[in-house]
């Protein structure tokens, strides 16, 4: 044994290898940032400390609600990293054909009249029940100024949708979403098909080229289009409907959390949205602790083909 360790010579660590540090340090800011993007940001002085209580004994199992069958056809395969947040991105759509909306000042105190579409289309709430304050000690360190304004972002995350397609592929930052297989149309998933959509290909630095979109729509003709994301949003804006005095203390008056820009393709239409988390100095759901910001989706552009 002593004779073959000679010849093997003696026994080093393996190199450290910086480009797999860089991506795995790439993958938790992804991660992080979709965490941000869905639960919201952190409300002053951090989460309020609940009174501990005996556990609940074991209720029966309920049967969990199947998913759709035509999930992993409708929806783009995702990488590994964001896998765990893709699940929080449910579809989109609207009635095609509608125009597009003149461009208007997003953050002004009322809301805005000429934007199409909100979810949930509920008014902010400015009064009532403030959001629970933390540990004062907590809140010290972190340093809680008046959010700076308006408000503005430097990275975002992306997701695009299909409906009533044959095929359709959407190409941005150098990754193709989508596929080959036809997918359902949008009215199939009921009236809350806007809900909740998120971004789901997170911390992409403000602007890649331009998104590219091939596809088909439901009458077999084939279509092609770049949507210009860097000059939709050239101002880097968050387009949401906060108040400037309804918008909370952030630490260091900064606002950390990337909005999702989000693209629909819809038969012959593509439409572009944004989702911005703007968190509050009230509940915006009354008796619900956790509601401590707004995350309204905004129509920004449409183009019909």
Same mark, same amino acid.
């Given at each position: ?58 209720? +029966? %199992? &309920? $049967?969990?609600? !199947? ?8 929806? =783009? ?42 979810? +949930? %289309? &509920? $008014?902010?709430? !400015? ?8 540990? =004062? ?169």
């Amino acid at each position: 044994m002593d004779d073959d360790r000679k010849l093997r010579g003696a026994r080093v660590l393996k190199v450290q290898d910086p480009f797999h540090d860089a991506q795995l340090l790439r993958d938790v800011a992804i991660i992080n940032t979709q965490t941000i993007e869905a639960l919201g940001a952190l409300p002053p002085g951090g989460l309020p400390i609940l009174r501990k209580r005996r556990p609940l004994p074991l209720l +029966p %199992e &309920t $049967p969990m609600p !199947t998913g759709r069958d035509d999930e992993e056809s409708a929806m =783009p395969k995702m990488p590994m990293q964001v896998a765990a947040v893709a699940s929080l991105a449910l579809a989109a759509c609207a009635t095609p054909g509608a125009a597009t909306p003149k461009a208007t000042q997003m953050q002004e105190n009322a809301p805005v009249s000429s934007v199409r579409y909100t979810y +949930p %289309e &509920t $008014p902010v709430v !400015t009064t009532g029940e403030l959001v629970p304050e933390g540990d =004062p000690a907590i809140a010290a360190k972190m340093n809680y100024k008046p959010v700076e304004w308006p408000l503005r972002f430097e990275k975002h995350s992306f997701g695009p949708r299909c409906y009533n397609t044959l095929e359709c592929h959407v190409i941005y930052d150098n990754f193709d979403f989508g596929g080959d297989k036809p997918t359902r149309s949008s009215a199939s998933y009921g009236p809350d098909y806007l809900k909740d959509w998120n971004g789901s290909y997170g911390a992409v630095p403000n602007f890649p080229s331009a998104a590219k979109v091939v596809w088909r729509s439901k009458d077999g003709s084939s279509h092609k289009a770049e949507i210009d994301i860097g000059e939709i949003f050239k101002d880097q804006l968050m387009r949401h409907f906060v108040p400037r005095e309804e918008a909370a203390d952030l630490p260091d008056g900064k606002n950390e959390s990337p909005p999702s820009i989000l693209l629909e393709v819809n038969d012959r239409v593509i439409r572009v949205y944004m989702v911005a988390s703007v968190p509050t100095k009230h509940l915006q759901k009354p008796g619900n602790r956790y509601s401590t910001s707004r995350r309204d989706l905004v129509l920004v552009k449409t183009y019909t083909y």
